[in-house]
Every structure is written in C-alpha cells, then in structure tokens.
C-alpha cells in the first residue's frame, strides 16, 4: 500500500495574541500547501491535527516555527493512503482543550513527564524505579478508552474532558502510596490533567510524554490492548501506526469495529449493532 499522506499532531502552550491574523495567515499558507485538517487557536496556543504531501506539510512546519512562540513544537507523525480530512478548518476557541480550570496555565510550566521506553521498564516490572506501584490513568473520553487502552488502566468514565477535575479527586486517598501515570491520545490533555491533580495534592504524578501515538512509536503495542482513536477518518490506529479498519457509524456515531462490521445489524450508511439493540 502505498501511504503517500504524512499525516502530523502537535500542540504548544504559549501566549499567543493577534488570533483573527495568525488564523488568515495559518489558512491561507494551508490552503496554498493542499493540507487539510484542523487547527485550534487560542491565547492559550495552538493544537493541530494535518495531512498533506510530506514535501508540503514539512514546509510549513518549517514555516511555523519561524515564529518563535512555535518554534519547540514537536509534531508526532503516521502515514495513510488517502488523505483522512475532508477539509482545512483553522478555528479560534477559548482553550486548545477545554478543561473549564482557568488557574491550570501549562504555559512556561510544564507538567513532569515520563518517556515511553522508562514506561514499558516500570510496566514490565510492575513498578517505578523507587519501587512504587504504577497507576495508568486514562484521560480521555469513555468511547475512545473503549477502543483500546493500556492493561488495567483506570478509565474516570467522562464523557468530555470537563469532567475530568471533578472525577479524579475521588481516586486521591487510594493512590498516596503509587506513582500515577496519566496518558492521552498525543498528550495534550495530561498537560492540564497533571498540573490539576498537582494542586489537589496528589504528590506522585506523571504524563506520558507525547501520549499514546509517541509510546506506539517508539516501543509499540508493549502493554497496550486494542487501538488508539484518532481524530480524522482513519478513526484508529493500530500500535504500528497503522489504520485498524475501524468506522464511525452513519446513523449512531458510535465507532465499529472491523469484527462488529461483519455482524447482520451493520449496515452501511444506516446502523451497527449498537443503534438496533
């Protein structure tokens, strides 16, 4: 198969000013490139999700990073076929991911990370390097943990990300003695997620720096079941970075998999098992 759309994922806390301009100009260098996808501008920064040639995508990253405030963004990469998006959408928002805590500011601190290869080592030994036990907790929403997620993570069951802060606070006497792990799809969520759970007292924390598609990347699918939700038409990809073969349900919504699309109440562009039960 021949995967000639790099497809790309980053975000960046900064301050940033001058929106309404900053968007005409990220539009219009896009739109010149061919990519497609989606952007989020905010005073916060900026989180993005693109697909394109290589040659043209990788230009205007290097575009991007002329401005200095987007210089360190560090973008995670898989490959399709096709190109996933169906549009170029450039969109100013009040938060690059809404969390509804104006005190949690990632900008010029961030939260602590570990990497993925240290993640696997304390997974396959069932602790940190001090010994401690190790927590991974789920940040995402409840449909995406059902696609995949790590072995024994906890899922807080929210149906979006402002619900995190109120769930979390319940797990806080039961993990003293762990050291907690918090992971999203590329991290940008565990940005805020840590540095809250850090101001509610919770001493041991962590990010997985880049997330899932980074830890896929860079040790695959080691203690990972299922695939991880992407935001764009491939729906899922596989720990090599491939498309799982997922779709998104016409009439529901809901996310099928390949073994389910094979069932009697799948019915292309009309329902899946979900909308007949």
């Known amino acids: 198969m021949d995967e000639k759309f790099l497809n790309i994922s980053a975000y960046r806390f900064v301050e940033l000013d001058g929106l309404a301009e900053m968007r005409e100009a990220m539009r219009s260098r896009c739109v010149e490139a061919n990519l497609k996808g989606t952007i989020l501008l905010a005073p916060e920064g900026i989180n993005m999700f693109l697909a394109g040639e290589p040659d043209k995508l990788n230009s205007w990253i290097e575009w991007l ?32 991911i809404t969390m509804r805590q104006p005190q949690v500011r990632p900008i010029g601190v961030r939260a602590p990370v570990v990497k993925a290869v240290d993640l696997k080592r304390w997974l396959d030994v069932g602790h940190d390097d001090t010994g401690r036990p190790v927590v991974m907790l789920d940040t995402r929403n409840g449909f995406e943990v059902e696609i ?35 992971f999203c799809t590329g991290g940008i969520r565990c940005e805020k997620a840590v540095l809250y759970m850090q101001e509610k007292g919770f001493d041991n924390v962590l990010q997985l720096d880049g997330g899932i598609l ?56 009309k329902s899946c098992k979900r909308c007949v039960q």
């Open 148 to 182: 995949g997620t790590f072995d024994g993570a906890v899922d807080p069951g929210i149906l979006h990300f402002s619900q995190f802060p109120q769930r979390v606070i319940d797990f806080q006497n039961e993990w003293k003695e762990k050291t907690v792990v918090t």
């Open 65 to 96: 990073k002329t401005d200095s405030r987007f210089a360190a963004v560090e973008p995670k990469e898989s490959w399709s076929d096709h190109q996933p998006f169906n549009r170029m959408l450039v969109k100013l928002k009040k938060e690059i």
């Open 214 to 269: 980074k830890y896929f990347e860079e040790v695959g699918g080691a203690h990972y079941k299922g695939e991880c939700f992407v935001f764009d038409r491939r729906v899922a990809l596989t720990p090599d970075l491939k498309e799982a073969g997922n779709v998104e349900c016409f009439n529901c919504r809901a996310i099928v998999s390949p073994e389910d699309q094979r069932l009697p109440a799948y019915v292309y562009g």
